[in-house]
């Protein structure tokens, strides 16, 4: 197994599927290029004469658009930049706040990382889109699904603020559980 010497970045992305590694190496010497998702070789470039540019591969089981860009900043310094659906990082994470909601658990010693995608209404568990089955109810609505046997409901409630918008629960075995920051 070669060494990963020439290993300039690494980043990691919370997607619905999971939280991925990204690593990259950059041989500013050998014009080598070559990108890793979760440990596994997704991009090999030798010789490249070019030394900047960018990178475009996926990421995840949802075929996540991801780019590495490659600049000069001064003489052979070289500044590498992560982004993901066309955003920066920075900007991607900002986003995804906004539209998911993720938390996690440990069910019978087992963790769990639940995530609702809020435009969709899917719901992934460690790596898994959900069977769900929603129902409207007095104040709102749920999404119940089951994870280990365990029932598990996502309440949708109004904040009754327009700005704060809808207020999302997870309920499992009724019990609620807080949410996760990642």
């Not at 409630?157 to 559980?177: A, M, P």
Request: net charge negative; hydrophobic share 35%; aromatic share 8%.
């Amino acid at each position: 197994l070669e060494k990963m010497t020439d290993l300039v970045a690494v980043w990691e992305v919370a997607l619905s599927d999971g939280v991925h590694k990204i690593e990259f190496e950059h041989g500013t010497t050998s014009g080598k290029r070559v990108v890793y998702v979760d440990g596994k070789e997704e991009i090999r470039r030798e010789w490249m004469f070019k030394l900047v540019g960018k990178e475009t591969f996926t990421v995840g089981a949802t075929k996540t658009k991801a780019a590495i860009n490659i600049d000069a900043v001064s003489g052979f310094a070289y500044e590498y930049t992560l982004e993901i659906n066309g955003k920066s990082l920075k900007q991607y994470i900002e986003n995804r706040l906004k539209t998911t909601n993720t938390w996690i658990l440990n069910l019978g010693g087992t963790d769990y990382r639940i995530v609702l995608e809020k435009d969709t209404m899917d719901v992934w568990c460690n790596g898994e889109k959900m069977e769900t089955a929603g129902e409207f109810v007095e104040d709102g609505t749920e999404t119940h699904f089951t994870v280990a046997d365990h029932s598990c409901c996502i309440k949708a409630v109004s904040s009754g603020k327009r700005k704060e918008g809808i207020i999302h629960t997870l309920i499992v075995d009724n019990t609620e559980i807080p949410e996760a920051v990642e």
